[in-house]
């Protein structure tokens, strides 16, 4: 039989990274191609001893039995407290939502306003399953040009004066996929600018606490006075992905649409997922697991800034981030980081390639994504090694033939 | 700030069951509105068990990192074998899709196939999360007529040829919110006709095992040769509801096609969830729990349908199912469940309007929706004699206006 599928479906593939990870059940590929959190931070002693402790209240029929589309009232209250860390303050229950990781988040608010053919700007690059989900809407993504301390400005007013954009989406702190971070100006322009205009900021925050350099600033979500600003963050980078929680904080009437949107995706967030993560907040098991976290990942990352300065060829730019788990590279032009993949995986080493994070990929072959939190410190130089020689080679060769 | 949402919000409100739920926080209110399972039939100590093995094992860190889309190997396998108790032979892990809850696996379906504008033609009357999720993708709901024992065949096809519909979603056992079941003659000429005319057929079995009357029956997609029916089923009414799990099964280019959906809504089920379900079906615990639960299901529907016979008006006319959770009552013309239902909140007893599970509701206000699992038998009774006294006093003051 011949389906008739959703016009949705045809530009609708799988994403790299989803992709590549069904790739890596080979034990011999170093792996930095993916988003995983290092898995020795993730605090399994913690979670085991939470969970049995669920297991054993009296409670346990109400973590088995229907739960609140919200989320548990008393998760919702605590988050309300949590998203102070990000600056953001007076927010009640009504303006939070437990959403299942930041993906759901992200899908709810775009379910929210999008219809096919509305305009999202996003930044040049942004988070490639941002794309696929603005994909599935039929929406229309502009790139907004990016300087080293987030969103070019006068290019922002000018496509937002060109698209009337529905939607701002941004990860202003330790971008994926770049590792950039916005300045607290910049952040303040553009909660001022999004608000004139009546755009809706979607700003995603899954990596903000995972900061092992530099200053914390605060969230554009906090620089809200217009309430159009929606602000997403997750647990799995903090402590565990497989759990799938997250919290999206806005404007009561945005979080009630989300609701009556996520009733009808997967009519709530699993409860002994929501517990596991309420605990854990609530016995203050995060501040300590993170400043061990931090040590380990700016230890990696200075692993990987330094293997890079050993074995990769001299024209290869990158960023230097002061947190959050990836850098962004850059080859001269010629080198198709694309069609080289296959020959990296051939070499047991696999990175994505950084085409799938631009909404417009056209001539931006030449970059490359690395993800440093997953492989360990010997990995990283081995795995390095292995990209550098490959790239190396590719650029005598572009050198050769020129 | 004037927010821009998207068309699809125009049609979306909160279901009528969803925000019922809300307003149980009342311990006095006696609900036959929800479609909770019974408190006693949640198997919290083999669940218990299970989660402290599973967070004892040396893989607990797997459980606590990514997982992938379409779910653990290990489980879609069990699954495959698994939907041989719906009579389907024969699948092999790439025709299974772990998904959220039964809820999830029609929501993919649908972003799989349907524009704003398709066709999904629906039974007369259907499950009203349906309708909703049909709304979220500005689908249009077609009502089919309903016989005693399933879909009216003729007017299946005058519809199909009428509307060419690219769906038709059906609940044949135990359908919510009828409580009947189609007959095996029925699902083949289903299975029969939707190929022939290139329909997809939804086949949503959440209450499939919860028969504590009469024969097995297999399923539609049992039946199917051409690979159009996609069948849908849920562990939240024979396990837990709170773990969101339940199983997609169809042809493998369906499932990598919702697959792809799934990575955009939520990423993957929770691990944790997925173990659990797993665990529990590995372990051969079902088939006994079944046992247990259906015998109180048949005693709690035995109570209310003698409850019924005692204390509702003789005009009042409702199903007697072999399965389920659902009664599915009619009044005379004239009442209207509809407008009764805040002063049945006030007698501290709740049930819902029918008049939410019809694609055209006009004048379906007389019809209710009762659940008898979720209240005990003493609470079946006192809640029951209420709404009698209620529609009693409705119906002396309809033949007094005669």
Same mark, same amino acid.
């Given at each position: 039989m011949e389906y008739r599928y959703s016009g949705r479906m045809a530009n609708l593939n799988g994403t790299a990274t989803r992709e590549i990870f069904k790739l890596l059940?080979? $034990?011999?590929i170093i792996s930095f191609a993916g988003g995983n959190p290092a898995i020795e931070c993730l605090p399994t002693a913690r979670v085991k001893e939470i969970t049995n402790e669920i297991t054993s209240s009296q409670d346990f029929a109400r973590i088995l039995q229907y739960g609140l589309t919200a989320g548990f009232p008393e998760f919702r209250e605590l988050l309300a407290e949590y998203v102070k860390t990000a600056g953001?303050?007076?927010?009640?229950? @009504?303006n939070i939502l437990v959403i299942s990781g930041g993906q759901q988040g992200i899908d709810l608010a775009l379910k929210t306003f999008i219809d096919p053919g509305d305009v999202i700007l996003v930044e040049n690059p942004t988070y490639l399953a941002f794309l696929q989900i603005a994909n599935s809407y039929e929406a229309v993504c502009k790139g907004v040009d990016s300087e080293s301390d987030g969103l070019d400005l006068a290019d922002l007013e000018r496509k937002i004066k060109k698209y009337d954009p529905k939607i701002l989406y941004c990860v202003?702190?330790?971008?994926?996929?770049?590792?950039k971070t916005y300045s607290a100006e910049k952040r303040k322009a553009i909660a001022e600018m999004t608000a004139k205009y009546g755009v809706i900021v979607i700003?995603?925050?899954?990596?903000?606490?995972?900061?092992?350099k530099g200053e914390y600033i605060p969230s554009i979500k906090s620089m809200?006075?217009?309430? &159009?600003v929606i602000f997403v963050s997750s647990f799995?980078?903090?402590?565990?992905?497989? &759990?799938?929680t997250g919290v999206a904080c806005a404007a009561p009437e945005l979080i009630r649409k989300m609701e009556i949107c996520k009733q009808g995706t997967?009519?709530?967030?699993p409860n002994l997922s929501q517990m596991i993560t309420y605990e854990y907040l609530k016995r203050g098991y995060l501040a300590s697991d993170l400043e061990r976290a931090v040590k380990i990942y700016g230890k990696k990352k200075a692993a990987m800034s330094s293997a890079i300065a050993k074995?990769? $060829? @001299?024209e290869f730019e990158c960023t230097d981030p002061d947190g959050g788990l990836f850098i962004w590279g850059k080859f001269p032009k010629g080198i198709d980081a694309v069609k080289l993949l296959p020959e990296a995986v051939k070499r047991k080493v696999a990175y994505i390639q950084?085409?799938?994070?631009?909404?417009?990929?056209?001539?931006?072959?030449n970059y490359i994504r690395l993800n440093y939190?997953?492989?360990?410190e010997e990995q990283i130089d081995v795995g390095i090694k292995r990209l550098g020689d490959m790239f190396k080679e590719q650029i005598a060769n572009l050198k050769g033939r020129k």
């Open positions: 059940g080979d $034990p011999e953001i303050n007076g927010a009640k229950t @009504e202003p702190t330790f971008s994926n996929p770049t590792g700003e995603d925050d899954p990596y903000g606490k995972l900061r092992f809200d006075k217009a309430g &159009n799995s980078k903090i402590i565990s992905p497989g &759990n799938r997967d009519l709530h967030t074995y990769m $060829p @001299e950084g085409s799938v994070f631009f909404a417009e990929p056209e001539g931006t072959e939190s997953y492989a360990n």
